[in-house]
């Protein structure tokens, strides 16, 4: 069996969490990819919550500023370092991002306002 008829039937890169059509496995998504059975992106729901509050990617990157300056304070990196991002992962970054969640930082305050007494 060739690489094209794996990839077709699942088994080189397999049929993840969200790799079927809209509305079979309630996922969301760019359009599928009938060769490799992948979406062009995804929109995941990542599980992300503050105190039992969902939070979404949306939410985040419409607050990008307060991600960046929280990730220098808690981490010390600089998303403008030359080569920084070409060297990570997503999955780098993501840790690090829910990271920002679970502490006291601004982007949880923005996203959490309501708490903000109880977190000082």
């Not at 790799?19 to 009938?34: A, K, T």
């Not at 992948?38 to 503050?50: A, H, I, K």
């Amino acid at each position: 069996m060739d690489r094209r008829q794996r990839r077709r039937r699942g088994g080189l890169l397999g049929a993840g969490p969200g790799s079927r059509g809209p509305g079979e496995d309630g996922s969301q998504g760019g359009p599928l990819d009938e060769l490799t059975g992948l979406r062009d992106w995804y929109d995941p729901d990542d599980g992300l919550s503050v105190d039992g509050a969902p939070i979404t990617w949306a939410a985040l990157l419409e607050r990008w500023a307060l991600v960046e300056a929280d990730l220098h304070s808690e981490y010390g990196i600089d998303l403008q370092a030359p080569g920084l991002m070409a060297a990570r992962t997503w999955r780098w970054l993501r840790t690090r991002i829910f990271g920002l969640l679970a502490a006291d930082t601004r982007i949880c305050r923005a996203l959490t306002p309501d708490d903000d007494a109880s977190r000082r």
